[in-house]
């Protein structure tokens, strides 16, 4: 029997977990000599093969079966990117948020307790698109027009990278997205997505008004809405949904992004939904921290000895003396400090966020009895994160945005003004009922965030844990062996790009579009899902000059500690032993001052070497 091995290079990617040209002897022990024949991996003579389509060998390959009895085919691809969701609110990591529907995918797949993000939107989802460190693919601070032209700080995705989509789109894969895209043009079809509904540039939009959002490539079909019925998470879900349809008409196995707006700022939902979680918070942030540990502490998250940090600090200390916030440590204020109107407003804000968080495990829901009744839903990896930690821009009490800035977007761009100024109105009286309804863009203050990443310290745009440290669930009924469990294994954002390559059996490029592309930073997740032994390494956080790097329990950590081409002068760095300190309340530079000095040495060579440095 002559062997195809080329052929077998070219369609590796129809065998479970990427079978090497080079272990066809295990192929041949899944799949039977009739299959091989006809799919025309091999024949019996030495002569040439055409070659078939790639629906055909899927065809094939759905009909064999390894020896456990799973599928060959190459696994459909979910990846739900949720914003500024704290490490503490789903149900099924503490919260008392109701997520029946996520719950449920921990509850029959995999929860991850050391997944890290890249501290904020836009460097988060310039890792998890590029398989890169943000500063690699050129957004290591934020989009747009950088006032430095330092090469990790481009404003937008460079040509020395690619996306997810560009490279499973060369492996045959539907590529689809929906939701919030934010880094930059060029757009997601332009960066290899073949359907995109959304927005495009900003970190926000009106979840009320569907003209913030636009339809790619245009031309294409557009869901229309009643006056009064369209909501974004909603929306969102739904053009996914046409999307899906449209990929298994086509046959072909796909990769869906659904990069929700929920729950970000503004916080808005159904008043019904925020009517029912406001007795939640009145309660307060107090109240629900103790809570929340204490049921962390059961689910195994955190061990029976940790105690529940203090409040954490103000975001913006300028931002609170202007609002009236400020307290004498500056630190977030004790709720029962507070006066009576304002717990009320503060109650309302976060009912407002948690009935967004509900929303979209609702729809959430959708999708997954979707892959059900479609028969996809045992093969298909679905994997849920958030995309940096809870944000507490910038004092307490929140603010509230002027909806008249925001009457006549353009389509597919959301809000992207600075809020650092915005005001902070207390609600009273009919005005409660109203919040979270159209015509009310507000955000819920940095006591709230201290909520939402508990037992965590600090926020987005830090490098502290409670900025970089993310829940991720994982669900994937044929090749998960222990459904229920929890991984410890340390995992970043840059590790989905390595991850679906190896199970789409794609090959990522040396050169793409005539340019160089620099290699993988990520390393695949399968050997965590599948409950392998982690194996060690080193991973750097940096984003506004806040920085850290982790290397096994140990982990550095410094705010403003960067400036230019080196460290600022002056600069203050912690070392704490985060395996048995997650909260970074213990603070042992000055117990192992050489470990801290080794740490810092080996960022600031990792630092050059990723572009974190030049720093702006």
Not at 86 to 111: F, H, M, Q, V
Not at 200 to 218: C, F, K, Q
Not at 357 to 382: A, F, K, P, W, Y
Request: hydrophobic share 40%; proline share 7%; glycine share 10%.
């Amino acid at each position: 029997m002559i062997f195809h091995h080329e052929k077998l290079k070219v369609y590796q990617r129809t065998l479970p977990f990427n079978v090497k040209v080079s272990e066809w002897k295990v192929l041949l022990g899944q799949f039977s000599v009739m299959t091989l024949l006809g799919a025309g991996f091999c024949d019996d003579t030495a002569n040439g093969w055409e070659g078939i389509k790639v629906k055909e060998i899927d065809k094939a390959c759905d009909k064999a079966r390894d020896k456990d009895g799973k599928s060959g085919k190459r696994p459909n691809i979910l990846i739900v990117l949720a914003d500024d969701l704290g490490w503490s609110d789903l149900g099924c990591y503490g919260g008392e948020i109701r997520t029946p529907n996520l719950d449920a995918l921990a509850g029959k797949g995999l929860r991850f307790t050391q997944t890290y993000n890249s501290a904020r939107c836009v460097p988060s989802r310039a890792s998890l698109l590029t398989g890169l460190y943000p500063h690699q693919a050129g957004l290591g601070w934020f989009t747009g027009s950088p006032q430095v032209d330092t090469p990790g700080h481009k404003g937008r995705l460079t040509d020395h990278c690619v996306t997810i989509a560009e490279v499973l789109k060369t492996a045959g894969y539907a590529t689809l997205a929906s939701g919030k895209w934010h880094v930059a043009d060029p757009g997601p079809v332009a960066r290899g997505f073949d359907e995109f509904y959304g927005f495009v540039h900003g970190y926000a939009i009106d979840s009320w008004n569907p003209d913030m959002m636009t339809r790619l490539p245009e031309g294409r079909p557009l869901r229309q809405y009643p006056k009064g019925e369209y909501y974004a998470t909603t929306a969102l879900t739904d053009h996914a949904l046409d999307f899906l349809d449209g990929a298994r008409e086509q046959e072909k196995p796909w990769l869906l992004y659904l990069g929700y707006q929920a729950p970000h700022f503004p916080l808005q939902a159904s008043a019904d939904i925020v009517a029912s979680y406001v007795p939640v918070y009145e309660k307060g942030w107090d109240v629900l921290r103790a809570e929340r540990l204490e049921r962390m502490k059961a689910l195994g998250i955190h061990p029976e000895r940790m105690d529940l940090p203090p409040r954490s600090p103000i975001d913006h200390l300028g931002a609170a003396k202007r609002v009236g916030s400020a307290t004498v440590d500056g630190m977030n204020p004790a709720w029962d400090d507070l006066p009576p109107e304002r717990r009320t407003d503060l109650a309302h804000r976060m009912a407002a966020f948690a009935a967004m968080v509900e929303c979209m495990d609702t729809q959430i829901g959708r999708i997954v009895e979707s892959l059900r009744e479609s028969g996809e839903l045992d093969n298909t990896l679905i994997l849920f994160l958030s995309d940096n930690g809870a944000c507490a821009e910038w004092e307490p009490f929140g603010f509230d945005m002027d909806p008249a800035q925001f009457r006549n977007p353009v389509p597919g761009h959301g809000i992207n003004i600075n809020t650092m100024r915005e005001p902070n109105i207390l609600h009273e009286g009919d005005a409660l009922a109203a919040m979270g309804g159209p015509d009310s863009l507000f955000s819920y203050g940095s006591a709230w965030a201290n909520l939402c990443n508990t037992p965590l310290w600090l926020y987005k745009h830090y490098a502290h844990e409670g900025g970089v440290r993310t829940p991720m669930i994982a669900h994937w009924p044929e090749r998960i062996p222990d459904p229920g469990a929890w991984r410890d294994h340390l995992v970043h954002l840059m590790d989905f790009m390595p991850t679906v390559v190896e199970l789409a059996g794609a090959e990522y490029p040396g050169r793409f579009n005539g340019h160089d592309i620099l290699p993988m930073e990520g390393r695949s997740m399968l050997p965590a899902i599948a409950g392998t032994p982690d194996e060690p390494r080193t991973l750097i956080f940096e984003h506004e000059r806040n920085a850290a790097i982790r290397e096994g329990k140990w982990k550095l950590v410094g705010i403003d500690v960067l400036k230019g081409d080196g460290v600022r002068p002056a600069a203050r760095w912690q070392l704490y032993d985060v395996e048995n300190d997650p909260a970074e309340q213990f603070d042992l530079a000055g117990e192992y001052p050489e470990i801290a000095a080794q740490l810092l040495q080996k960022f600031m060579e990792e630092a050059r070497r990723i572009m974190v440095l030049p720093a702006p």
